[in-house]
């Protein structure tokens, strides 16, 4: 009996890369067509085309960080906001202000008048 060497059984060759991975892009019908347009103009494939724009494309990164200022305002905000609720529930309970009471309605109102001062600078 003759040994057979292994025959070449035709078909597709095996790559050296495998694409094992496959993505599903969300668009609306102007998007995909855009994308299908220009993968036909660069004479791609649309996932080619996509595959390409991915890899070679450069895409500034923004960090999603605020400015200290906009901290320290949003942390004067929520304080306001307590205090505020705070008198706002005594005042739907038929409570009357003492003279502290008086006195921090004042001082809450000079704060969030600063605030608006504030707010008007960091904009400028």
């Known amino acids: 009996m003759e040994t057979m060497n292994h025959k070449n059984k035709g078909g597709r060759p095996k790559k050296a890369v495998k ?7 969300a668009c609306n019908l102007i998007e995909l067509k855009t994308i299908q347009l ?3 103009k660069a004479k791609l494939t649309v996932s080619e085309f996509l595959r390409e724009a991915a890899c070679n494309s450069h895409i500034d990164i923004r960090e999603k960080t605020l400015p200290r ?3 320290d305002f949003t942390g004067k905000l929520s304080h306001l906001a307590a ?3 705070s008198l706002a529930y005594k005042n739907n309970a038929a409570q009357t202000f003492n003279a502290f009471e008086r ?3 004042r001082l809450l109102a000079t ?3 600063q605030m608006v001062q504030d707010i008007k600078y960091f904009l400028q």
């Not at 694409?19 to 892009?25: C, D, I, S, T």
């Open 103 to 105: 006195a921090e309605l």
């Open 111 to 113: 704060a969030v008048k």
């Open 69 to 71: 200022e906009v901290l």
């Open 83 to 85: 205090n505020i609720n």
């Open 19 to 25: 694409r094992n991975y496959r993505l599903r892009v």
């Open 38 to 40: 220009k993968a036909e």
